[in-house]
């Protein structure tokens, strides 16, 4: 089995080294404190952020030193991680690669898992066929903001430059064996079932009669190409990931992989799912052995996540966070909130037993 985390490059993609405006998410306003001591980030590496609430600075570290991934590849591989994927999903790819700064945090990062031999991580990427009407398709007219199917030039220009960084660096790419080992690309599709046409927004792209699972054989209707007209799936070895909100049986679709499941019970071919967070529920170590223990016979176990709303001293109090990563402050609905390893090293130990 190879494990995969999905590996969020948002924190301070835009200003690194600066000291200050920072983007992350918010954060504890001590940068001193022993809560940035999990992973030792040297304070220098350490920026101050103020996303969310501007009334309080807090920090967070930056995703465009390499430094960052390097030693949270250290980390990743004591966890069980075999690679990591890069989500550049939402309104990032509506520009292009080399506006895109979450996009420029993600190279930053291949450098920094690529520096790092002892720890050897791989990389793929996830992005989303859709995007809200509203923030990126201002020209539709739409009665509701909907999610619609995005292919554009921006989105085609974001492959082409995934697949030249896989051939400047094969060796880092997650590939897949039983595909003629293409390097791994993972779309994003909403709930698959949700998703509209831009030139009939009330129209849903797929005329699937609103039931993926009874329709899979005839999607995704997926043949676009990048620039030299070659198939994007003649390139890659390509995925679509699932935002799946009920309990979902994708067992005769092996294309079909989780991004985000809000139940325990949803079934996929090639590749498991588990979670410390299921639903609206806390970070529960029971759920995550449970979501382990059914993926055992899968080739791949997808993690959700590492980064997501959360990075070395938040402190989340409503307790709906994905992420995890250790933190001393960690969340207040933790059934261990005094111990920041209590969960990774559970973790680890049920990881160990199916790798």
Not at 115 to 143: E, F, G, M
Not at 217 to 239: D, I, K, Q, Y
């Amino acid at each position: 089995m190879r494990i995969g985390i999905q590996y969020l490059t948002w924190f301070d993609y835009s200003n690194p080294g600066a000291g200050e405006n920072g983007n992350g998410w918010k954060h504890r306003p001590n940068p001193n404190g022993p809560e940035l001591r999990p992973f030792k980030f040297p304070l220098d590496q350490i920026v101050r952020s103020h996303m969310i609430d501007n009334s309080s600075q807090g920090t967070c570290y930056s995703s465009m030193l390499p430094e960052t991934a390097h030693r949270h590849a250290h980390w990743l591989r004591n966890l069980g991680v075999d690679f990591v994927v890069f989500d550049c999903s939402n309104v990032t790819k509506m520009s292009d690669p080399d506006a895109n700064g979450i996009f420029q945090a993600s190279r930053r990062a291949i450098e920094g898992f690529r520096s790092n031999q002892a720890d050897r991580i791989k990389v793929a990427y996830q992005l989303s066929l859709t995007c809200w009407q509203q923030q990126c398709h201002a020209n539709v007219d739409a009665p509701h903001n909907r999610e619609l199917y995005t292919w554009n030039d921006h989105v085609r220009n974001h492959v082409e430059s995934i697949y030249a960084a896989y051939l400047s660096n094969p060796d880092v790419f997650e590939t897949v064996p039983t595909d003629g080992n293409k390097p791994l690309l993972i779309f994003y599709c909403n709930t698959g079932r949700d998703v509209y046409d831009p030139n009939a927004p009330d129209k849903q792209y797929w005329p699937f009669n609103n039931d993926l699972r009874e329709h899979y054989p005839r999607w995704p209707a997926f043949n676009e190409r990048v620039s030299t007209g070659e198939l994007v799936r003649n390139l890659f070895s390509v995925r679509f990931s699932l935002h799946c909100p009920v309990d979902s049986n994708f067992s005769d679709a092996p294309e079909i992989w989780p991004f985000q499941c809000d139940t325990e019970g949803s079934i996929f071919n090639e590749a498991g799912y588990a979670a410390l967070r299921v639903g609206n529920r806390s970070r529960n170590i029971a759920a995550f052995d449970r979501m382990v223990e059914a993926s055992r016979e899968k080739s791949y176990l997808i993690l959700r996540c590492f980064n997501e709303f959360s990075t070395t001293d938040e402190d989340y109090r409503d307790g709906h966070v994905y992420t995890m990563e250790v933190n001393n402050r960690l969340h207040h609905h933790d059934e261990q909130g005094g111990d920041p390893w209590f969960h990774w090293n559970r973790m680890r130990t049920k990881l160990a037993s199916v790798s």
